[in-house]
């Protein structure tokens, strides 16, 4: 007799990728939100006479808000379930974006950047790993990598609308609350989507996981029977999964240190190496998050064939080649220059979409969320200290030092890459999350 199916054996069915494209959009609001502001802010920062201080602070208050988000609604996903948290964040995204619209003083723009990140920070947890307990096994990488490089696509769709909005009297207003029309779009998309049958099942609720599958499947699925385990927190930090913490949260803040510096003060950034303000500025950023999108694309299909730890020991060294470049060359040909941030944007794609992939592999269901918020929380006690300094470092010691500070950045991503990085390459998430699984 054949034994039945797992959820790892599965095709990617049409539910499913209507799932996983819904999914992507918190990436995609957090791209937008964050890049955004950057635009935003050759316009704002005149009308409101910011200066480097208060630029920094707007700049760092949605990192800031993500930390608190992640790091709470993680556990909260883990605690309450995936399904309810999904839609509630969504809301809340668009509430707060409508709101920013009205602020009049600078206190008001950096509480607004800060609530706005502590909703945005919420969805990270849950979609990853609703997405990472319904998909099948050949098809994470790919799954978790579309996710990833939605956020460039956020990312860049912010520059576009920048680009047209700022010559707009009061356009920054319209730039900041036009982010409720992606949010209305999602909370149509995820209405109505099941609960994740691997954390019921964890939490004994096994018919209720066996209808769902049914239901999705259209099949009898075989659920990887678990023992009823309650959340604590507390588990991320035992011996074994404290390493692999460690290990996530370094590489996700070697990975997003620079590229939030690039995209928060994009267009400052490349004003700084010769290519104009305003609207020429804007096209170079948009240039910038093309190449960030493309090295997204290749490095779905790498993540199976070259698999994880190569992938991300390679792309690291490169990274830092690039921006090595970039900061003993501040001044070089404009095409060196752009090549030089376009390698560095392309290959990070390969740790832009591990970052969230190694999370959601390397921990068991029942502290799945969990694992992904501390992972992002911790990365981003760096982003924001970084982003607050970065304005200040750039305006006193100028672009090149700035680089050469990213590049250090990625060298240190690359040594705990070479030391630590686990192959997780065609394991079953039960196999992944287990401490003594190969490392």
């Not at 400052?268 to 998050?289: C, M, N, T």
């Not at 090149?400 to 030391?419: C, D, E, K, N």
Request: hydrophobic share 50%; charged share 15%.
């Amino acid at each position: 007799m054949q034994s039945k199916k797992t959820l790892d054996d599965y095709e990617l069915t049409p539910y499913l990728k209507k799932m996983i494209f819904f999914a992507s959009g918190g990436p995609f609001l957090d791209g937008y939100v964050l890049v955004i502001i950057g635009v935003a802010l050759a316009q704002l920062g005149p009308e409101m006479n910011l200066n480097a201080h208060w630029s920094a602070l707007v700049g760092a208050a949605a990192l800031a808000g993500i930390f608190i988000g992640t790091a709470l609604f993680g556990y909260v996903t883990d605690l309450v379930g995936r399904q309810l948290m999904f839609t509630v964040d969504i809301f809340a995204i668009a509430v707060i974006s409508l709101g920013t619209m009205f602020i009049d003083t600078p206190t008001q723009l950096v509480v607004m950047r800060f609530l706005i990140g502590i909703v945005i920070g919420a969805d990270y947890p849950i979609a990853t790993s609703l997405v990472t307990e319904f998909t099948p096994r050949k098809y994470r990488a790919l799954s978790i990598g579309f996710i990833a490089a939605v956020w460039y696509v956020g990312a860049t769709a912010a520059d576009i609308v920048g680009y047209y909005l700022c010559d707009v009297a009061g356009g920054w207003r319209w730039m900041l609350g036009s982010a409720v029309i992606p949010c209305v779009i999602l909370l149509v998309g995820r209405w109505g989507t099941p609960e994740s049958p691997r954390w019921l099942a964890r939490k004994g609720r096994i018919d209720e996981a066996r209808a769902i599958v049914q239901k999705i499947f259209g099949a009898d699925v075989a659920l990887e029977l678990e023992e009823a385990t309650e959340t604590r927190y507390s588990k991320i930090f035992e011996k074994g999964y404290f390493k692999r913490m460690v290990f996530v949260g370094t590489i996700w803040a070697c990975q997003v240190v620079p590229m939030f510096g690039l995209y928060t003060f994009g267009p400052e950034i490349i004003s700084a190496f010769g290519f104009g303000s305003g609207k020429q500025a804007i096209l170079g950023d948009i240039v910038i998050s093309m190449f960030f999108l493309i090295g997204c694309i290749p490095a779905m299909f790498w993540l199976n064939s070259i698999g994880r730890r190569p992938l991300i020991i390679g792309s690291f060294t490169i990274m830092s080649v690039a921006l090595a470049v970039l900061g003993f060359f501040p001044k070089a040909n404009i095409w060196i220059v752009v090549a030089a941030f376009g390698i560095y944007a392309f290959f990070s794609g390969g740790p832009g979409i591990l970052q969230w992939l190694y999370p959601n592999e390397l921990f068991p269901t029942e502290i799945r969320a969990s694992a992904v918020g501390a992972a992002m929380a911790f990365s981003r006690i760096g982003t924001v200290l970084s982003t607050y300094a970065l304005p200040i470092f750039m305006e006193a010691y100028g672009i090149g030092p700035t680089m050469l500070a990213g590049s250090a950045i990625s060298v240190l991503g690359l040594i705990v890459s070479i030391t630590m990085a686990p192959e997780t390459k065609g394991l079953t998430l039960a196999e992944s999350s287990v401490v003594d699984c190969k490392k």
